[in-house]
């Protein structure tokens, strides 16, 4: 399969890619893999978890709670 990017994605994926000190392809692959995989093993049971990936968000980390205290705010 070959996949062609519009050169605004195809930027984006480099530079991502450049911060992340990966390859370009390393990374799109590793992106459909979670969108895609990690979707079709994540099947809700009932309408509460249906409800409950409907509003999820990936925010990245958690910070620690060190990070948290009024000393780690200003660190």
Do not use: K
């Amino acid at each position: 399969m070959v996949i062609t990017l519009d050169p605004e994605l195809e930027a984006a994926l480099n530079e991502l890619s450049r911060r992340q000190g990966v390859a370009p392809e390393a990374l799109a692959l590793s992106a459909l893999r979670e969108r895609f995989l990690l979707a079709a093993v994540l099947q809700p049971r009932d309408e509460w978890e249906r409800g409950l990936l409907a509003v999820a968000r990936d925010c990245g980390v958690s910070l620690p709670d060190a990070a948290l205290s009024s000393e780690g705010l200003y660190d």
